[in-house]
């Protein structure tokens, strides 16, 4: 790209400090500019990067079997109504009408409209397996983007489908794309771990990260330290005590804890350990009803598993505390599990204190020496936790160590959960209506990018590795403009590269090279030519 002109100026632009370093390097490159919250352009820099991205990921997922498609970003109402997505969605589906006061959303995802298509489509097991792909634009309406393009409302995907007859043929299809993520990864050239996942809104039982090792990561992933094991907080199975302590029931006391309403404050005023603790959580239930959580008080809540609870609505969510007061006279930052009229989900770990302390539903108290059976009796119990480091992991052989990762892919098996809601069937080798078992498969192209920058970067530039830089040559010309040899010299190169095959960048600004050898470190083209007078005449 000779004329580099436009190109290179948007480098002089000096923007805000940014709050990651991948998000301030692409500002500074030259790689993309904010719009508004979430909505980035890609100057030409970043989508000649955005084209390298999806070209491997094309040539990966054809070589795969996949087959591409493109289905539309605007999608409607009805079919999410279908999969029942419309009502349990929140508020990240961006929902608008159009002129006829018809209900339509834009995509955050693509199931609904292609298991519409399947059920249009697809009417035998001949036609099966069969897996489709697009790299389309999403959008999902973030409560707070930031990290620039890492979590933007508006980003590029690549979100592939699969289609089968059997459990054991969606199998096959999910381990060809858990093999093609991990090809796809390694040809970018980045340091990246696939954990156990949550499915969350997407659905199905078994699901897979992929997950770029960065210290800027939103994701905690556990690994075990000494085996294998690794998986996402969220699907970080906690094991259960093995046996609870028995030892002298203390006697049940109330005693006056004014203004001590957290965990530490209440830990604090009794001179007691915070796992000697529980804290009691009131979730909104299903139906409008109120279920109480009980955690111990060193323990966190995971949003995770008990939004998988029946009883518990979704998207998970507290209840307020005028709410509370209201509806069940209970005082917040004071409730506990003795004598409270509503179900009581309690965490193993919680269920297996002795003489412990908790909220005694008045305000300004709390109880000691609280015993299971004799003061409180859990609904049921379970694991509602977050596992913490150091502890063991659930395969029984290595302690939780804790890493962040930036979620770049995530693999699904479905199931028949859409096909079954949206009635898409096809007849079997035995002439019998079964309904379609899927399988769901995502890469974040945008994100992509940043994270690959997140892990190669110095503190002159960005480290581009040859698969994704922007250009693989840049050549520096100084006095471009005032020496005939060096122009002479220099389009006779760029010639000779370009007709080579060579993807070159020429830096024909009329700055001084000091700014030139700036620029290409920070954009960090892999290799640059110097060409000037004294050199040419040596």
């Known amino acids: 790209m000779k004329s580099s002109q436009y190109l290179l100026a948007t480098l002089r632009e000096q923007p805000a400090e940014a709050e990651i370093a991948s998000h301030g390097l692409m500002l500074r490159a030259g790689l993309v500019r904010r719009i508004g919250a979430g909505l980035y352009n890609w100057l030409p820099l970043g989508a000649r990067v955005l084209s390298k991205v999806t070209a491997i990921i094309r040539q990966e997922?054809?070589?795969?079997?996949?087959?591409?498609?493109?289905?539309?970003?605007?999608?409607?109402?009805?079919?999410?109504?279908?999969?029942?997505?419309?009502?349990?969605?929140?508020?990240?589906?961006?929902?608008?009408?159009?002129?006829?006061?018809?209900?339509?959303?834009?995509?955050?995802?693509?199931?609904e409209v292609i298991t519409a298509l399947a059920r249009q489509e697809l009417t035998s097991y001949r036609q099966l397996p069969i897996n489709l792909y697009q790299i389309q634009t999403k959008f999902r309406d973030e409560i707070r983007p930031r990290f620039g393009v890492m979590r933007a409302r508006e980003f590029m995907m690549m979100d592939s489908y699969s289609f089968h007859t059997n459990q054991a043929s969606l199998e096959q299809t999910y381990q060809d794309m858990y093999d093609c993520y991990g090809r796809i990864l390694q040809r970018m050239g980045l340091e990246y771990r696939v954990v156990e996942a949550d499915s969350g809104n997407i659905g199905g039982q078994v699901s897979h990260e992929f997950q770029v090792l960065s210290g800027v990561g939103e994701d905690i992933l556990v690994v075990g330290d000494g085996s294998d094991y690794v998986a996402n907080?969220?699907?970080?199975?906690?094991?259960?005590?093995?046996?609870?302590?028995?030892?002298?029931?203390?006697?049940?006391?109330?005693?006056?804890?004014?203004?001590?309403?957290?965990?530490?404050?209440?830990?604090?005023?009794?001179?007691?350990?915070?796992?000697?603790?529980?804290k009691t959580l009131a979730l909104r239930g299903t139906e409008g009803s109120i279920v109480a959580v009980v955690l111990r008080g060193d323990h966190s809540l995971n949003l995770s598993k008990i939004g998988r609870r029946d009883e518990i609505a979704s998207p998970v969510e507290l209840v307020d505390a005028d709410e509370l007061?209201?509806?069940?006279?209970?005082?917040?930052?004071?409730?506990?599990?003795?004598?409270?009229?509503?179900?009581?989900?309690?965490?193993?770990?919680?269920?297996?204190?002795?003489?412990?302390?908790?909220?005694?539903?008045?305000?300004?108290?709390?109880?000691?020496?609280?015993?299971?059976?004799?003061?409180?009796?859990?609904?049921?119990?379970?694991?509602?936790?977050?596992?913490?480091?150091?502890?063991?992991?659930?395969?029984?052989?290595?302690?939780?160590?804790?890493?962040?990762?930036?979620?770049?892919?995530?693999?699904?098996?479905?199931?028949?959960?859409?096909?079954?809601?949206?009635?898409?069937?096809?007849?079997?080798?035995?002439g019998r209506q079964k309904a379609l078992i899927m399988g769901c498969y995502g890469i974040g192209v945008s994100r992509m990018v940043a994270a690959f920058i997140e892990q190669n970067h110095d503190d002159k530039g960005i480290l581009w590795s040859p698969t994704l830089c922007p250009f693989e040559v840049v050549l520096l010309p100084l006095n471009f403009g005032r020496s005939q040899v060096v122009r002479n010299a220099a389009d006779s190169l760029y010639r000779q590269l370009i007709n080579a095959g060579v993807e070159v960048l020429m830096d024909d600004r009329d700055e001084r090279p000091g700014v030139k050898f700036t620029d290409s470190e920070l954009i960090g083209i892999p290799y640059s030519v110097v060409i000037g007078d004294r050199n040419l005449a040596a």
């Open 325 to 430: 007061k209201q509806q069940l006279g209970l005082p917040a930052g004071f409730i506990g599990p003795c004598g409270l009229k509503i179900p009581l989900l309690v965490d193993h770990s919680a269920a297996h204190l002795t003489n412990f302390v908790c909220g005694a539903n008045e305000e300004g108290y709390h109880l000691t020496g609280v015993n299971w059976g004799r003061d409180a009796e859990a609904t049921a119990t379970g694991d509602f936790r977050n596992i913490t480091e150091g502890e063991l992991c659930s395969d029984g052989l290595s302690r939780a160590r804790f890493v962040r990762g930036i979620e770049v892919g995530h693999i699904f098996q479905l199931g028949d959960k859409y096909s079954t809601a949206m009635a898409a069937r096809v007849l079997d080798d035995k």
């Open 61 to 111: 997922m054809n070589a795969a079997g996949a087959h591409e498609l493109v289905m539309p970003l605007v999608q409607p109402a009805e079919l999410w109504q279908q999969s029942g997505r419309w009502d349990s969605s929140g508020p990240e589906l961006a929902r608008l009408q159009d002129r006829h006061h018809r209900d339509y959303c834009l995509a955050p995802t693509h199931e």
């Open 233 to 278: 907080i969220e699907r970080a199975a906690c094991l259960s005590p093995k046996a609870r302590v028995v030892g002298i029931a203390e006697d049940l006391q109330k005693v006056a804890t004014p203004e001590a309403k957290s965990i530490d404050s209440v830990s604090a005023l009794l001179g007691v350990a915070a796992a000697k603790t529980v």
